[in-house]
């Protein structure tokens, strides 16, 4: 692991769902902010050894992971691989990112009990149980940030179990943040707004996306860097004193 390289230097990260989208601009922020960074994916072996690769021809250190966020003995493996590469490199955990997610639209009416299981264990369950990994390794004014969503302000229709089980981990992201104030450990959630990945543009109907970049006062859609750079702020050390928040960045569109 290299020194000296910038302001997360010598810190170890997990960021969980990091093969893709917004989770893999987050690897390459940290990693390019000196972290050394372990993510976890699902199941795109391709997609999550580019992002290694990305992140080593910068100089950058970077370990995937295949881990389902639903088991939880897959989030149980995910800390203990993390635990040997940190030892490997002289560094330990210091930085939490809870990225990792699902969101199916689906109508109330419509939706079954095993989506409704299946969404809360992706979004609520397996973020939790990270957290809790996380409470018992992260050295003291260490840092924990949980992805939700702008969808918790005003859920759409056929966004009402997403933006159910993101607002849960709002939740544990407040409780959280008193329960480990007293060892300077921060803990924040970020909510994007409408962000240019894969996913959204496989869920939004035609048209949809231009007319959302017209009315956001910074007149376009965010992008998975965007949301890297408020991550890294909040991971940083000019994030010391911010805990128990919610960040929106979402160009000013809710």
Do not use: C
């Not at 007293?182 to 949809?208: F, K, M, Y």
Request: aromatic share 6%.
């Amino acid at each position: 692991m290299s020194s000296g390289r910038g302001p997360l230097d010598g810190k170890g990260a997990i960021v969980t769902g990091g093969s893709r989208g917004i989770g893999a601009a987050i690897v390459r922020r940290l990693a390019g902010d000196g972290a050394a960074v372990v993510f976890s994916y699902l199941k795109n072996d391709a997609a999550a050894q580019a992002v290694v690769d990305d992140v080593e021809s910068a100089g950058g250190t970077a370990w995937a992971v295949q881990a389902d966020q639903v088991s939880p003995d897959a989030i149980e493996n995910l800390f203990a691989e993390a635990d040997r590469r940190f030892a490997a490199a002289s560094t330990g955990l210091e930085i939490l990112v809870n990225n990792a997610g699902i969101a199916v639209p689906q109508t109330i009416e419509a939706v079954t009990v095993d989506d409704f299981d299946h969404t809360m264990a992706v979004n609520a369950r397996g973020p939790f149980l990270a957290m809790q990994h996380a409470a018992r390794r992260l050295r003291d004014g260490g840092r924990i940030v949980n992805v939700s969503t702008v969808s918790t302000t005003k859920a759409g229709a056929g966004e009402g179990l997403y933006a159910a089980s993101k607002a849960t981990l709002e939740q544990f992201t407040r409780s959280a943040s008193y329960e480990l104030g007293a060892r300077g450990i921060t803990v924040n959630t970020v909510s994007p707004g409408i962000t240019e990945t894969d996913l959204v543009h496989q869920n939004a109907a035609d048209g949809a996306l231009a007319g959302i970049a017209r009315v956001t006062p910074l007149g376009r859609l965010g992008r998975p860097p965007d949301i890297a750079a408020v991550v890294a702020f909040l991971v940083g050390p000019d994030g010391a004193w911010v805990t128990g928040q919610n960040l929106r960045a979402d160009g000013g569109l809710y």
